[in-house]
């Protein structure tokens, strides 16, 4: 019997049985369909994430004060003040990997300009402080090396304190208020809307540093140190760079703990990676369940034909046909159902992706979630269909012939 009729014959059983067929189908249809969709959220997700960090650029580098003893107790990371305007100053003159550096104190309060007032955050910082983090000016002017040293009462504004303090107006040249101090309106900044963690960039004011230490604050430690290396290639030379001079300045020995911390956007950008990798695994293996279930389905339907058919088993071996062509008949049919099922799993699993995305959740789907998906529907119709197809085979001619 050539190969060419065993299609035939495992086509025309199946046919026979179009529902029974179809619902041992839907297994496998439901299976890939969910494991491509998973995938897809989990990578695209991933994508949105590293799109998003990127644009904040993977060169960034955030120097934050760290845990430290006083008194012999621990002190915790915001209560620190470890950070010196000191310390900014020899990163500045002393580092050869960075472009841009800034000091950076914040305050949280309300901004107010006449009967209008919103929360927001005041950082102080200097005017590299947009290059770093990739603010433009969309009106107006950067405060100055001047008014740094003046501790000028000057501020930029962002587009949603501008939205909310004065509507459609011009904020320019205004003079808004913030913690009972007096702050002129020198630029506004263009929007960069909310980023991945849903955190609106466009809330914050930005002013001197030294206004807001003296001014608003009353200190004379720094919050962080922001920085820039010169290129991304850079970052870990800049790392090892700024820890060095910190280490000095602060005394700390060889072997004893920092009492600083040094992070890099690459570092964040490292860490989410792995932790979407960890995600998209976990989706993809949750929905690898339903496609488990499907091949037990197949089993199970496959134990079924084989009960049903027999007699015409036993028939056909009785007249010639060998155990092995009947294991390749059963197994056709459990691979065709698979296969086919697979192929109509994927369509909708992309489908599915597509309307998510359009709801506003990234979605990619992969050459490699569509591969990996349609093998699986392959190795399941033989995984599952193999051991109902060998009792097929090994079925008595004789018993076969007199089964009822």
């Known amino acids: 019997m050539n190969f060419g009729n065993l299609i035939k014959i495992a086509l025309k059983a199946l046919g026979s049985n179009r529902m029974r067929t179809f619902l041992t189908m839907l297994g496998i249809i439901i299976g890939v369909g969910s494991v491509i969709t998973m995938l897809a959220i989990g990578t695209g997700s991933k994508q ?23 008194g012999g107790v621990r002190q915790s990371a915001s209560s620190m003040q470890t950070l010196k305007l000191s310390d900014y100053r020899s ?26 007032n ?23 002017t950067v405060f100055t090396d001047e008014d740094i040293k003046k501790s000028a ?38 929007s960069k809307g909310s980023n991945t963690m849903g955190m609106d960039q466009d809330d914050l004011l930005l002013a001197p540093y030294t206004t807001v230490q003296k001014r608003i604050l009353a200190i ?7 920085a820039s290396a010169i290129s991304e290639d850079y970052s870990t030379q800049a790392i090892n760079e700024i820890t060095k001079i910190l280490q000095i300045n602060h005394g700390i020995e060889i072997g004893e703990e920092n009492d600083f911390n040094v992070r890099s956007m690459q570092e964040m950008l490292k860490t989410m990676s792995s932790v979407m990798d960890l995600l998209t695994i976990l989706l993809g293996c949750v929905a690898g369940i339903s496609l488990i279930v499907g091949g ?18 036993g028939l056909r071996m009785a007249i010639g046909a060998k155990g092995k062509y009947i294991m390749i008949q059963f197994l056709i049919e459990a691979i065709f159902i698979s296969v086919l099922g697979g192929i109509i799993g994927v369509i909708i699993g992309i489908l599915a992706a597509k309307i998510i995305e359009l709801l506003g959740t990234p979605t990619s789907v992969s050459a ?35 089964y009822e």
């Not at 841009?100 to 309300?110: E, K, L, N, W």
């Not at 037990?296 to 088993?313: C, L």
């Open 48 to 70: 949105s994430i590293r799109s998003e960090i990127g644009s904040m650029g993977t060169n960034v580098i955030m120097v934050m004060p760290g845990n430290g003893h006083f």
């Open 91 to 116: 990163l500045a003159n002393e580092t050869s990997y960075l472009s841009h550096i800034t000091p950076v104190v914040d305050a949280s309060g309300q901004a107010i300009f006449g009967a209008e």
């Open 118 to 140: 919103t929360p927001t955050t005041l950082y102080g910082v200097n005017g590299e402080y947009l290059d770093i983090h990739g603010y433009a000016l969309s009106e107006g």
């Open 153 to 190: 009462k000057v501020c930029l504004i962002g587009a949603t304190v501008a939205k909310n303090l004065f509507g459609k107006e011009d904020p320019l040249g205004k003079v808004i208020r913030f913690s009972k101090i007096p702050f002129k309106i020198i630029g506004v900044l263009e």
């Open 220 to 226: 004379t430690y720094l919050n962080a140190i922001h």
């Open 296 to 313: 037990i389905g197949i089993m199970n339907i496959m134990y079924v034909s084989v009960t049903e058919r027999t007699k015409e088993i």
């Open 368 to 402: 490699f979630s569509i591969v990996l998906s349609f093998l699986v529907c392959v190795f399941t119709g033989i995984f599952f269909g193999w051991y109902p197809a060998r009792k097929a085979a090994r079925l008595n001619p004789i018993d076969a012939i007199r």
